[in-house]
């Protein structure tokens, strides 16, 4: 039979495309083509065929496989591939439905006995090429990724032999697939392109179409990940013109075929949202969620397009739709889990916090998203670390090396002949042997090469692993000590604070308590100094339109009092007009803090600080100039180092950590911009933030 299970593959690899899951498992009810030969279903099993899937269209799977298992076992003779497809529907059962990945391995095993005893070639294609794909997928649930490439592989070499397009469109989608879950997204356009030319496709096979409409999406998204918008866009428009188009033939299908447009209408939001057409995005993300949030539909789908609303609420600052918006999300998620939407409702709850100047919470729910994210990554990583090209390469190379060993036998074969047929062979049996010789000196050469390739293979990714588990340890453990001890620093400054207060200490020991006091605030400033730094390199990053002549006024408003303390005067000069800089308006309100901060320390009393802004047409500039006591040249190179050793007392006697400049550098590289400063020991300072316009 033609080679359907490839269309449910997809949603085994979970890679968060938003496709429809139950309801796609069975579409291929109805698609195969009966024949006269035992290479087809039964006719005692084509109804319950048909009503398994009807079952699996309405999304009641329990029941589908009751009434397969009651089926079958009526059934008096069943066929090949009444065994086979039997014991399919029940590997996707098992793997995909409860998520019983071992159990699903042994279905996998089964559908690989029955299709070796497939009774002609083109059912063996078929078969084998399914088989090994679904045990290949059953190891990429497992993360066993070296052996789920292996059976990939096999069926791809299947396809191959067999002139079997089906199986060729299904490695190529896998490799699509793995290839974009790898953020290798021009490689992923590559391979979904590849596929959708292998992809047969008639208007009565409804899994190819359906199939083939998902590629196009997938194309799209690609390119979305790439910034290149415009190209994203054209493959949205064409997948719901090909839905569009096809929507005649399958009339009995419009539920499904609606859940493919809300997907494609939930992407397409994302680039007008990047064009900032905002009203458009918004109509957009509504239909995409009015569509999957319906009972039976892909919620999880509808629950991506419900964060990319929220987002385009806090973009717009439009805090009360956003906050019902996130307070339905909560109830949602007590029915339907969904680990990637958690984690960026956190993240936009934190963020509605932080508009309401609610930091305690904006706090807890940038913990629980940091939280998620770990856990995301952290199941990640170890097919992120896979390299499955060079996979694919070795396994060639062993093929080309076990047919070179084949070539090695059969030319054994004609020495023999030779030797026995006549002398007068002597020369072509001497060139005969001559080659063999050659061959089999070059097979254990590829032999040795590639066994020594393997080894350093496995010795660097467990080098890598070992060195991400360490740097990641390193970070959990110190930001775990960090955040134990903020808390009863934060206490002892407090209550430092209040005896400051009380008139009953003499003049020596209110000096010891503010030494305490000064001492506690100098730690809490350490302590969130490291819990930025350990967090800056994976913090979620936001950015967003923001008027930079707004942000540079609230933040040296916010200063003034701190500089007055010092009888210190802020000038700022800003821009004639106003200009928006697409950012994250906290990192760099950091950043622009800590320099406006740095120079008021390292200046005298009475100083004057500048800060300026200027607009060079693709890039802005700002400056922050002050009057103290400059860096000398012998530390010049160290002051953008983490923990460095060049850190000063202020001027007042304030206390340095080394940990702000280095912040400040990771945030303006993140914006792909750059910082550097000018100074003069003695005389003064001058630091340059430059970030782009576009």
Not at 60 to 75: C, N, Q, T, V
Not at 338 to 351: K, M, P, R, V
């Amino acid at each position: 039979m033609t080679h359907y299970l490839f269309y449910l593959l997809q949603r085994i690899l979970s890679f968060g495309y938003g496709r429809v899951c139950l309801l796609a498992l069975f579409i291929l009810a109805g698609c195969t083509k009966p024949e006269v030969n035992q290479a087809e279903y039964s006719e005692e099993f084509k109804p319950i065929f048909e009503t398994v899937t009807k079952l699996y269209d309405q999304n009641r799977p329990a029941e589908a496989i009751r009434h397969l298992d009651s089926g079958f076992h009526k059934i008096a003779n069943p066929t090949i591939n009444d065994y086979f497809r039997y014991y399919s529907f029940n590997y996707v059962d098992a793997k995909k439905i409860k998520h019983d990945y071992f159990k699903g391995l042994l279905y996998a095993d089964t559908m690989f006995m029955y299709a070796k005893k497939s009774v002609n070639e083109k059912q063996y294609a078929a078969n084998f090429s399914e088989a090994n794909y679904a045990k290949g997928d059953a190891f990429f649930a497992l993360k066993k990724y070296t052996e789920a490439y292996q059976y990939y592989y096999q069926g791809y070499l299947l396809g191959k032999n067999y002139l079997n397009k089906a199986a060729l469109a299904d490695f190529t989608y896998r490799m699509g697939m793995i290839m974009y879950k790898q953020g290798h997204f021009k490689h992923a356009v590559k391979y979904f392109k590849e596929s959708y030319g292998q992809t047969p496709f008639n208007k009565t096979d409804f899994a190819a179409f359906y199939r083939r409409q998902e590629i196009l999406d997938n194309i799209g998204l690609s390119y979305k990940k790439l910034g290149k918008d415009d190209s994203a866009m054209v493959y949205f428009d064409k997948t719901l013109a090909y839905i569009d188009s096809n929507t005649a033939a399958y009339k009995n299908r419009d539920n499904v075929l609606q859940m493919a447009r809300g997907v494609v209408y939930g992407n397409k939001a994302e680039v007008l949202m990047n064009r900032r057409q905002y009203t458009a995005a918004e109509k957009m993300l509504k239909k995409s969620i009015a569509i999957n949030l319906q009972k039976g539909n892909d919620y999880s789908d509808a629950q991506l397009s419900e964060i990319k609303l929220g987002r385009l609420y806090l973009t717009r600052n439009e805090l009360a739709p956003l906050k019902d918006l996130l307070d339905l999300m909560a109830i949602q998620f007590d029915t339907v889990k969904n680990e990637i939407a958690e984690a960026d409702w956190a993240a936009l709850q934190a963020e509605y916090h932080i508009k309401n100047k609610e930091f305690e919470k904006a706090v807890e729910y940038l913990q629980l998203h940091n939280l998620r994210k770990d856990s995301i990554n952290t199941r990640l990583s170890s097919l992120k670390e896979t390299d499955v090209t060079q996979q694919v390469t070795n396994y060639e190379n062993q093929r080309k090396i076990d047919t070179l060993r084949n070539n090695n036998q059969l030319q054994k074969i004609y020495l023999v002949l030779a030797l026995v047929c006549a002398i007068l062979l002597t020369l072509i049996i001497f060139l005969i042997q001559r080659n063999w010789k050659r061959s089999r000196k070059e097979v254990l050469t590829v032999n040795k090469l590639n066994k020594q390739i393997n080894e350093q293979n496995t010795v660097l990714e467990n080098a890598l692993t070992e060195l991400n588990l360490s740097s990641r340890e390193k970070d959990r453990i110190l930001r775990t000590v960090a955040h134990d001890l903020r808390n009863p620093l934060g206490g002892i400054a407090s209550l430092s604070s209040v005896m400051m207060d009380d008139e009953d200490y003499t003049a020596d020991q209110k000096e010891l308590i503010n030494l305490i006091k000064e001492t506690s605030n100098n730690s809490l400033e350490l302590i969130n100094e490291i819990l930025e730094a350990t967090n800056s390199g994976t913090a979620k990053f936001v950015t967003e339109p923001v008027e930079i002549n707004s942000l540079l006024s609230n933040s040296v408003e916010l200063l003034r009092f701190k500089a007055a303390e010092k009888n210190q005067n802020i000038q700022l000069e800003l821009l004639d007009h106003t200009k928006e800089l697409n950012i994250s308006r906290e990192k760099i309100w950091r950043v622009i803090s800590n320099l406006i901060s740095n120079a008021s320390k390292f200046s005298p009393f009475g100083g004057t600080i500048n800060v300026k802004i200027t607009d060079e047409g693709d890039e802005v500039k700002i400056a922050v100039n002050d009057h103290g006591i400059g860096i000398p040249d012998n530390i010049k190179n160290e002051v953008f180092n983490m923990f460095t050793d060049a850190k000063r007392p202020g001027t007042a006697g304030e206390k340095s950590f080394g940990l702000g400049l280095s912040i400040c550098k990771q945030i303006i590289e993140r914006h792909k911009g750059k910082i550097w400063f000018e100074s003069i020991a003695g005389t003064g300072t001058t630091f340059y933030i430059k970030l782009n316009a576009a």
